[in-house]
T-cell receptor, first 114, second 115 residues
Framework: GENVEQHPSTLSVQEGDSAVIKCTYSDSASNYFPWYKQELGKGPQLIIDIRSNVGEKKDQRIAVTLNKTAKHFSLHITETQPEDSAVYFCAARIGGWGAQKLVFGQGTRLTINP | DTEVTQTPKHLVMGMTNKKSLKCEQHMGHRAMYWYKQKAKKPPELMFVYSYEKLSINESVPSRFSPECPNSSLLNLHLHALQPEDSALYLC??????????????FGEGSRLTVL
């Protein structure tokens, strides 16, 4: 079935360094790839997304890259700060008209060490 | 603050109880979702309502019964649950189920414990 794999499951970086999280997907028809940040006790919050007609998108310290041929996409966080510590989920939209849904990766627990 | 409001935030119920989770959004979104999230796991889709009609049911047991009274409200009725149903239940909404760019807005969740 449709599958999104996410690596690593945990990531620890020093404050100020960069963090990279990678995801691969199986459905070549997927055309929308969001990233969500979930802080403890809260619901997931969208931080950035990318559509299949774009290879890269940047928003301040956060960027996402997409390689449609290889079916993988990555989240890049630069100049990390303690408030970036959270669980991050990638997702891919699958399904036909009237049945579209998001499939999530397993999540990455990011810890920023001061 | 999230624009999707879920109540209650916490719920403890016995296996014979009947309870409901409620979700409300006033963003004019026409798609609403229920997800279940176990500890250290991603959200798992349960139901999708599009224009107040059930469009996706991910083979969820009948002890979970969704209801969409209007475009702003989504309920999840719970009956005869099992301890393994204990989880965080997340409601979400999006402008439309089928738009290519469709940000999913999540609520804070209702944490359910079944004794």
């Amino acid at each position: 079935g449709e599958n999104v794999e996410q690596h690593p499951s945990t990531l620890s970086v020093q404050e100020g360094d960069s963090a990279v999280i990678k995801c691969t997907y199986s459905d070549s028809a997927s055309n929308y790839f969001p990233w969500y940040k979930q802080e403890l006790g809260k619901g997931p919050q969208l931080i950035i997304d990318i559509r299949s007609n774009v290879g890269e998108k940047k928003d301040q310290r956060i960027a996402v890259t997409l390689n449609k041929t290889a079916k993988h996409f990555s989240l890049h966080i630069t100049e990390t700060q303690p408030e970036d510590s959270a669980v991050y989920f990638c997702a891919a939209r699958i399904g036909g008209w009237g049945a579209q849904k998001l499939v999530f990766g397993q999540g990455t627990r990011l810890t920023i060490n001061p | 603050d999230t624009e999707v409001t879920q109540t209650p935030k916490h719920l403890v119920m016995g296996m014979t109880n009947k309870k409901s989770l409620k979700c409300e959004q006033h963003m004019g979104h026409r798609a609403m979702y229920w997800y279940k999230q176990k500890a250290k796991k991603p959200p798992e889709l349960m139901f999708v309502y599009s224009y107040e009609k059930l469009s996706i049911n991910e083979s969820v047991p009948s002890r979970f019964s969704p209801e969409c009274p209007n475009s702003s409200l989504l309920n999840l009725h719970l009956h005869a649950l099992q301890p393994e149903d204990s989880a965080l239940y997340l409601c979400a909404s999006s402008q439309d189920q089928d738009r290519v760019v469709g940000e999913l807005f999540f609520g804070e969740g209702s944490r359910l414990t079944v004794l």
